[in-house]
């Protein structure tokens, strides 16, 4: 699957409106109101939730692998762990009382912050869970996992509930 195949139809302007964490943090700047705001946390935190339920799952079926590939796997693996740890931050820190400007805008910046390494995240997975498909037995009860922590990813970061 070449990168363009998955690519949104969408403009890119309107993929970061709808974008699940920028989302929070439009909330934050823009006065979407409070149960606006309280609605997309709790979405977030579903997701993220998800998103570390995947991660066990996976780090139980890494045996399976070896070599070169079971390394570029744990590396995307960490990255998805990274993304969402950073993901949970942020959150926390959105859902705390907003003081004055400057907590809002730590607060965006950390929502932003997260959003880049979510994106990254779901582009490594996305990579190692290609070349695990294109194995003898399309990756496994390993590339299943894959599959459903891309889908996790791709729900935080575009905003699916």
Do not use: C, I, N
Not at 118 to 143: C, I, M
């Amino acid at each position: 699957m070449s990168w363009r195949e998955d690519a949104a139809t969408t403009s890119l302007a309107a993929r970061y409106a709808a974008a699940g964490l920028l989302a929070v943090a439009a909330l934050l700047f823009l006065g979407g109101g409070h149960e606006a705001l309280a609605t997309a946390l709790h979405d977030a935190r579903t997701q993220t939730a998800a998103l570390d339920v995947d991660l066990a799952r996976v780090d139980g079926e890494l045996d399976a692998l070896s070599g070169a590939l079971a390394t570029e796997v744990t590396d995307a693996v960490e990255s998805a762990r990274a993304a969402t740890v950073a993901a949970e931050e942020a959150l926390a820190g959105a859902a705390q009382d907003v003081v004055d400007a400057a907590d809002e805008a730590r607060a965006a910046v950390a929502l932003s912050d997260a959003q880049v390494a979510l994106e990254a995240a779901a582009a490594q997975v996305r990579h190692v869970r290609g070349k695990l498909s294109g194995g003898p037995v399309g990756g496994g009860a390993v590339g299943e996992s894959l599959t459903e922590l891309l889908a996790h990813l791709d729900a935080l970061r575009l905003g699916q509930a």
